[in-house]
């Protein structure tokens, strides 16, 4: 039944786009998220359960345990549909799907607590200031800073003694993906008063921002330190074409990551690093006309290689905040080109197909052999927050709020 009247919406929505030459980009998106997302989170509510979904693959949602790294952002999606429409429908929902990730706050094998908690808690907690949600938060940054390694001066990314990462020899690898888990950090100092939060994300950026970088401002994925000394053992990538390629992905992290940290310390090194990162996406040979980047900006075979819409949602958010603190039109100008490109049908699914999730076209790991050329929930969930950064700043808001 539900199935019938969505989709009935849809049809009736897409032909009050067809009529119109070019419509709003975020009401256009707006009504064609309430479609496909309305049908993801029926999917995953099935039977009574709440599960998390992360990717629609051989004609299957693809659901995943609370401790993977992308638990999180269905969560946010939903909470960034209640965001965009007001509607008390998806804050029901968020809420569901926030609560499931619970006893994340708790967990200290790997670093990515930031994301997923500062998505779903984070989320609920700015937008419906809920009871407990700022607890978890605290618990979540105090878990993350068991993996400060003080003599380095970074959170060490992943464990060494299992999985496929203890096949490298690495001893304290961080990715450069790491720089998003520090706003929960930068939140938990401001929770809770204690500023031992906020000096190890800014000891951890530092670091980063010193090691990371190559001098055309493209970034390595991993350096791996020694935990003692901080000696830089080794550059090099996990999920990238080669070590010394520039992985989409890793690119987008480090724009995006590095603004934020502006944002909470003002300090602006931070920002002419991703002025400095936006420099190298937007010049380099290999960007396409529709800035939707391929995985890896070194590929051997582009153009016939996968694109990843998920780097490039990431990076129209990651540019309007950039453009905010910057007041440089050139990078909200590329960020609305982005969404465009995003927002056509190379990259949108139709209204009633792709399982349910908004983009299509995204890469997870090209060498695992994993979720190539997919839709991804971390693209859905960055999509959305640059349509809220999009539409705030036409308000005359601040885009981040
Ligand atoms: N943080 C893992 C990824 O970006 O694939």
Not at 132 to 160: D, H, M
Not at 275 to 281: D, I
Not at 297 to 325: C, K, M, Q, W
Request: glycine share 8%; charged share 25%; proline share 5%.
């Amino acid at each position: 039944m539900y199935l019938k009247t969505i989709l009935a919406t849809a049809l009736s929505a897409t032909a009050i786009f067809a009529c119109s030459v070019r419509p709003d980009i975020i009401k256009d998106n707006i009504a064609n998220a309430e479609i496909q997302t309305g049908l993801l989170m029926e999917a995953s509510e099935e039977g009574d359960t709440v599960r998390i979904p992360s990717s629609y693959q051989n004609g299957e949602i693809v659901y995943v345990p609370a401790d993977d790294w992308v638990s999180g952002f269905f969560a946010g999606t939903l909470w960034y549909m209640y965001e965009l429409t007001g509607d008390e429908k998806w804050a029901e929902h968020a809420r569901m799907h926030t609560e499931v990730l619970e006893d994340i706050q708790y967990l200290t094998w790997h670093h990515d607590v930031g994301f997923m908690i500062y998505d779903s808690y984070g989320n609920g907690l700015r937008l419906k200031n809920i009871d407990g949600y700022k607890e978890v938060c605290i618990n979540t940054a105090k878990s993350l800073s068991t993996r400060f390694r003080p003599g380095a001066g970074v959170l060490q990314s992943w464990n060494v003694d299992r999985g496929w990462q203890a096949e490298r020899g690495w001893e304290c690898p961080v990715i450069i993906d790491n720089m998003m888990n520090l706003e929960l950090l930068f939140k938990a100092t401001e929770f809770s008063g204690d500023p031992t939060y906020a000096k190890i994300a800014v000891s951890h950026a530092d670091k980063t921002l010193e090691n990371h970088f190559r001098e055309d401002w493209s970034c390595y994925h991993v350096v791996d330190y020694d935990p003692e000394t901080g000696a830089v053992r080794r550059k090099c990538t996990a999920q990238g074409y080669a070590d010394e390629s520039a992985w989409a992905r890793g690119q987008a992290w480090a724009l995006y990551g590095f603004t934020t940290a502006y944002r909470y310390t003002g300090d602006k090194k931070y920002l002419d690093l991703s002025e400095n990162v936006a420099e190298y996406l937007f010049n380099s040979p290999t960007m396409p006309e529709d800035l939707v980047p391929y995985w890896d900006f070194n590929a051997p075979g582009i153009p016939d290689e996968p694109r990843d819409a998920s780097s490039a949602a990431i990076i129209a958010s990651g540019l309007y905040e950039l453009y905010h603190h910057t007041g440089k039109a050139v990078y909200k100008d590329r960020a609305d080109k982005i969404l465009e490109s995003l927002s056509s049908p190379a990259y949108r699914a139709e209204p009633g197909t792709n399982g349910g999730f908004i983009l299509m076209h995204s890469v997870g790991s090209i060498p695992h052999g994993s979720s190539i050329d997919v839709p991804l929930n971390y693209a859905d969930y960055y999509f959305l927050e640059a349509l809220i950064r999009k539409a705030n700043i036409e308000k005359g808001l601040p885009p981040v709020k």
